[in-house]
């Protein structure tokens, strides 16, 4: 049974610093493409970023990139997100997503996930 988990979400101030992560069971993690995604209260969910299963392939959404950076570590089951110069516009609750995907590319569509996280909450105070 495919398990996601998230954490390291919390209240910073803008400008500052977070660093999420989630880690995957029951699956093997490395045939995975995973994702990040987010939505906050009354929006849409949207993409964060997404990575291939070998990390070698990476998307961004346009309002997180140059600031957000995703990573993964196959050996340890987990996907990270490292979020830099916060916004307030970016609270929101971040969702680890995965698909199956032996292919070196990955998906920015919330559709084409398989398996999601319960969330994590990050809160940017202005």
């Known amino acids: 049974q495919v398990h996601l988990a998230e954490s390291g979400g919390g209240l910073v101030q803008a400008g500052g610093s977070l660093r999420l992560s989630c880690i995957g069971s029951?699956?093997?993690?490395?045939?995975?493409?995973m994702a990040w995604f987010r939505q906050a209260p009354g929006k849409k969910r949207e993409v964060v970023s997404c990575?291939?299963?070998?990390?070698?392939?990476?998307r961004y959404g346009d309002t997180v990139r140059g600031r957000f950076t995703i990573s993964r570590d196959n050996a340890k089951n987990t996907l990270w997100l490292q979020m830099d110069s916060l916004e307030p516009e970016d609270t929101a609750m971040y969702y680890c997503?995965?698909?199956?995907?032996?292919?070196?590319?990955?998906?920015?569509?919330?559709?084409?996930?398989?398996?999601w996280g319960q969330g994590t909450q990050v809160s940017v105070s202005s």
């Open positions: 997503a995965a698909t199956p995907n032996l292919g070196s590319f990955c998906y920015d569509s919330q559709y084409e996930y398989d398996h």
């Open positions: 029951g699956f093997t993690f490395d045939r995975y493409t």
């Open positions: 990575t291939s299963r070998d990390g070698t392939s990476s």
